[in-house]
């Protein structure tokens, strides 16, 4: 059974610091990672999707990267901002991508202006 | 947002009574997801469809039934809801013009007294 971890549970720093947040997952067979935000009381809003055979995926201030045969993913933020405050999700997929995500329980991330 | 809307968004109900949570969509996806969110249990698939009348077991499905009748519309009910089953609930769908890209709907609030 597929698990997901993601450390550390909780995150506060100053803004203006770039950051790294961490994914793990113990199945290297995956179909695709995401990563995902959410603020409170809201759905998930979709950041970044890795598929298996990428090793990195950027967006404006954000970049994850992909390391299936160890396990692990990181979601790098640059410069952040206390807009960026939220919980941050990892989630893999596997069974050719349609059997529904595995999450990680977040990473609850606050920017101190 | 790929045209999600859940109803309804807020639902208060007592034990033993059925309920049943709507998932509509208005881009002809596919594959469409019901998960639930729990404070230290994270995100967890309930069931998922495939295609109209084509509908599987999640990691949680005991309690709760789905039916799938048209593409747009994936329904959920909880035959007789217990207090363990007051959670948020959110649908998902894949976009597979999006790289296979899920996405989710705003949440349904539901608490059973």
């Known amino acids: 059974k597929q698990e997901v971890t993601q450390i550390p549970a909780a ?3 100053p803004e203006g610091e770039n950051l790294v947040l961490n994914c ?3 199945d290297s067979a995956i179909y695709n990672l995401q990563w995902f935000r959410q603020d409170p009381g809201k759905g998930l809003t ?15 201030r954000l970049n994850a990267s992909l390391d299936k045969s160890s396990g692990r993913s990181t979601l790098y933020i640059a410069a952040s901002q206390p807009g960026d405050s939220a919980t941050y999700l990892c989630a893999v997929s596997s069974g050719g991508g349609a059997d529904g ?13 | ?22 998932c509509h969509q208005t881009e002809n996806h596919r594959y469409m997801y019901w998960y ?10 309930i069931h998922y469809s495939y295609g109209v009348k084509d509908t599987d077991k999640g990691e949680v499905s005991d309690g709760y039934s789905v039916s799938r009748s048209k593409t747009e519309d994936f329904l959920l009910t909880l035959e007789s809801a217990t207090s363990s089953q ?19 709907g705003e949440g349904s609030w539901l608490t059973v007294v």
């Open chain 2, 1 to 22: 947002d790929a045209g999600i809307t859940q109803s309804p968004r807020h639902k208060v109900t007592e034990t033993g009574t059925p309920v049943t949570l709507r």
């Open chain 1, 46 to 60: 979709s950041l970044l999707l890795i598929q298996s055979s990428q090793r990195e995926q950027t967006s404006g």
């Open chain 2, 36 to 45: 639930r969110q729990d404070p230290g249990h994270g995100l967890r698939l």
């Open chain 1, 101 to 113: 995500l595995t999450f990680g329980k977040g990473t609850h991330l606050i920017i101190q202006p």
């Open chain 2, 86 to 104: 007051t959670s948020v609930y959110f649908c998902a769908i894949i976009s597979t013009d999006r790289g296979n890209t899920i996405y989710f």
């Open chain 1, 24 to 26: 793990s997952f113990t």
């Open chain 1, 11 to 13: 995150l506060s720093v």
